[in-house]
């Protein structure tokens, strides 16, 4: 494109409108119309198409739209990067309670062997201890089983004795009764139990 500026030098402006001439001309053929060639530049509708574009560039610079828009582009990209911030800022937060809960998560596994370690301890502490109750539990009921079988045997034998001395005694009364007279009888009677009776107890 070519903007003609007060002051340019005539070659130029004349190679310009040379050129135009060349561009009509060839629309012209293009179209098949028929161009007159006493028109005026000023009737080229591309030269009018080019200058409303410089006007509303100009408009727009005028009004301020590219700073504007620079501004508009400037704040988009700084809500942009405060967004990439905020969610980086998230992320090492998430990497951070990631952390935190996979620790947390290694001391409970830790205290939970202690735990568990601590009770298989313990139960075998209870069972130590179950087991030795158990046991002297055992061995006193059957102490006592062994002491009641030793009164009950001691009490046996000493019904058999009494019951031996009381037969005992029966049998020497009889047979004394039969061979002495009744005051001889009685004397040897009395002794004969006496002896038998200090001998079995």
Known sequence: MMFFIEGQDTDLIDETEAQLSEDLGAKEATYGEAYDGDKSILEDTNLWVLIGFIAVIGLFVWQGVFKKLGTFLDGRAKTIQDQLDEARSLREEAQKLLADYQKRQREAETEAEGIIAQAKADAKTMQKDAKAKLEEQVARRTQAAHDRI????????????????????????????????????????????????????
Not at 170 to 181: N, P, V, W
């Open 150 to 201: 030793a009164r009950a045997e001691a009490q046996a034998l000493a019904d058999v004795r009494a019951q031996t001395a009381d037969l005992a005694v029966d049998a020497a009364r009889e047979i004394i009764k039969a061979r002495t007279d009744g005051s001889a009888q009685k004397a040897l009677l009395d002794r004969a139990i006496g002896d038998i009776r200090g001998k079995l107890n």
